[in-house]
T-cell receptor, first 111, second 111 residues
């Protein structure tokens, strides 16, 4: 699986939007971009994934650059509960293989 | 919402003892995984399991580790002779159509 690069940490104020960037310049055409998050003392949790088009779900939005070498996870209104480590992971389409976690971005949310 | 259940939530064991960590996967999922996370470090893949056999394992998963699904429901990770460095959170995961579902983890403390 190709490598991703994320900032170590970010801060946000409660109820403001948060944009979490991820670079994946070596992404292949069949790699999907997945985002997971890990709340304190919990297991990782799926957030969203996409291939080329921007994606929205109840948790977040995923904006994918046209060349697919970067993506941004968007939390539209951060809450205190969104404080977590966010992982950007590339995964081959249709793969059942393991997820390769990096260090992720630790998001802090201030009230 | 379906969930992966792990027991126990916390296990303390003496060095050299055997431990068994248990996971109840989501019922219609076919691929199962164990990951571990040493305190303050990345989530690391240990092993994947499909059709009652190991499909992939990492370098961490040495002869001290084994997995099985003895009764068709529980999926277990056994560590035969625990070492201090086995102290970590152990997460079970199962693979859905597009995303992985993780349990809440078992915190293993080897003393």
């Amino acid at each position: 699986d190709a490598k991703t690069t994320q900032p170590n940490s970010m801060e946000s104020n409660e109820e403001e939007p948060v944009h979490l960037p991820c670079n994946h310049s070596t992404i292949s055409g069949t790699d999907y971009i997945h985002w997971y998050r890990q709340l304190p003392s919990q297991g990782p949790e799926y957030v969203i994934h996409g291939l080329t088009s921007n994606v929205n779900n109840r948790m977040a939005s995923l904006a994918i650059a046209e060349d697919r070498k970067s993506s941004t996870l968007i939390l539209h209104r951060a809450t205190l509960r969104d404080a977590a480590v966010y992982y950007c992971i590339l995964r081959l389409g249709g793969s059942q293989g393991n997820l390769i976690f990096g260090k992720g971005t630790k998001l802090s949310v201030k009230p | 919402e379906p969930e992966v259940t792990q027991t126990p939530s916390h296990q303390v064991t003496q060095m050299g003892q055997e431990v068994i960590l248990r996971c109840v996967p989501i019922s219609n999922h076919l691929y199962f995984y164990w990951y571990r996370q040493i305190l303050g470090q990345k989530v690391e893949f240990l092993v994947s399991f499909y059709n009652n056999e190991i499909s992939e394992k990492s370098e961490i998963f040495d002869d001290q580790f084994s997995v099985e699904r003895p009764d068709g429901s529980n999926f277990t990770l056994k560590i035969r002779s625990t070492k201090l460095e086995d102290s970590a959170m152990y997460f079970c995961a199962t693979q859905g159509v597009t995303e992985a579902f993780f349990g809440q983890g078992t915190r293993l403390t080897v003393v």
